[in-house]
């Protein structure tokens, strides 16, 4: 089977922040606390130097705590989460802690608010946005019924930035998810395009592996049965050229089935794939099934990928099978390898009459696949004075495409 090809790209810095997340969860998890942490160091000097007074410090560091704990489940329950505020908020709200001097639970509980919606955005059914925003209010109506006297103008003042903060949290976690969900598509699309090639490589194998074989051992076995009686010898002989077909037939199709059987194509031993190499041996074969094929080799040889070897082989071997199934009549082959400064030309051609009702061309749309698949062309049809040709080429520079 063809090898895929490993294409290293730059990893970018997306890419770099999945694989650390993916081989430390934990560490990512704990992010916002250690963020949190950072900027706190940093507000805390500050405060020291503009000498501003904490109100209420050891509950804004309890409140800090509640809100910032939490989120380290945010990944797995976010909505769960985002209710859990409620509690801090228990603390929040009665002592005033917002403001000039509530820098502590002020970070804590914008931090805490940005990652939790953000992961309902991102990992959870959008429905629940809804129910997000309720929840994101409730801390609103709760402050404006509990001091009445801030009036209505302070809680438009504290509801109308709360709710264009959590319309941009949404629209950013929208525009990552729908990033990600494309490039899920992406991945599955290609994933479907892959299994369907690979699916036609095997149709294509199992094709030209059990149509060629059963060809050979057909047309020996029509061939021993009439010389049974008058030549023993020669029965026998086809005999145990059709035993030797039928071994290699079984062998080549047990190494297509063991790559579809395996869990782990590492574990499987796949043989060499017929190449060049065996071009005198399938003639061979054609040959003792009783097709006279002669084979003409011209110009300077290069040196063909395994898979263009894979590609030319499989051309002459279903070129030579259609001739023993469909050709009727005196018939002679003849294949002709032309080694040119461009490419590689392959011509398969007989002298005799192809039979209409030969089935499907299925065989030909296969060579077809397989000669485009290195930029080369193949095209086959009658003869003007009768018989069939059939004519690869296969460009020097042709590079397998998937």
């Known amino acids: 089977m063809a090898q895929a090809v490993n294409v290293s790209r730059k990893r970018g810095l997306w890419q770099r922040v999945s694989e650390f997340d993916s081989r430390h969860p934990l560490l990512w998890d704990l992010f916002p606390i250690f963020l949190y942490v950072f900027f706190g160091c940093l507000g805390a000097i500050g405060a020291a130097i503009g000498q501003v007074e904490l109100r209420h410090p050891v509950w804004q560091l309890v409140a800090a705590v509640l809100f910032l704990v939490p989120t ?3 990944r797995r329950y976010p909505f769960a989460v985002l209710l859990s505020q409620a509690v801090p908020l228990c603390i929040t709200i009665p002592l005033s802690l917002t403001g000039v001097g509530s820098g ?4 804590a509980a914008a931090l805490s608010f940005t990652v939790v919606v953000y992961n309902i955005v991102l990992r959870r059914p959008l429905r629940l946005l809804w129910w997000a925003a309720l929840v994101s209010l409730v801390p609103s109506l709760v402050d404006w019924t509990v001091n009445h006297r801030l009036g209505v103008g302070s809680f438009l003042a504290f509801f109308v930035p709360t709710a264009v903060y959590f319309g941009f949290i949404v629209a950013i976690g929208l525009l990552v998810r729908t990033r990600r969900d494309f490039q899920s598509s992406q991945r599955d ?13 095997i149709a294509r194998e199992m094709h030209d592996i059990i149509g060629h074989n059963l060809a050979v051992i057909n047309a020996l076995a029509d061939g021993g049965a009439y010389a049974a009686a008058a030549s023993p010898d020669k029965a026998k002989e086809a005999l145990e050229v059709i035993g030797r077909t039928s071994r290699e037939a079984l062998g080549e199709l047990r190494r297509v089935l063991s790559v579809l059987k395996a869990e782990d194509p590492a574990e499987v031993e796949l043989a060499p794939q017929p190449g060049l190499s065996d071009m005198d041996a399938l003639i061979e074969r054609v040959r003792e099934a009783g097709l006279p ?9 290069w040196e063909l990928s395994e898979n263009q070897q894979l590609a030319v082989y499989r051309t002459v071997q279903e070129s030579l099978t259609n001739v023993l199934k469909h050709a009727v009549g005196p ?11 461009e490419g590689l030309a392959v011509t398969v051609s007989n002298t005799g009459n192809r039979v209409d009702e030969a089935g499907t061309a ?18 086959a049809g009658p003869e003007a004075h009768g018989g069939w040709r ?5 460009p020097v520079n042709g590079k397998e495409r998937r």
């Open 362 to 379: 299925r065989g030909l749309a296969g060579l077809a696949e397989r000669a485009a698949a290195f930029g080369g062309t193949m095209v």
């Open 104 to 107: 502590m639970v002020d970070g």
């Open 293 to 301: 094929v002669t084979l003409l080799t011209s110009g300077e040889r």
């Open 390 to 394: 059939v004519a690869l080429w296969m």
């Open 331 to 341: 018939k002679r082959a003849e294949v002709s390898m032309s080694y040119r400064e």
């Open 189 to 201: 699309q290609a994933t479907r395009e892959a299994v369907a090639d690979e699916r036609n490589r």
């Open 72 to 74: 380290i489940w945010r």
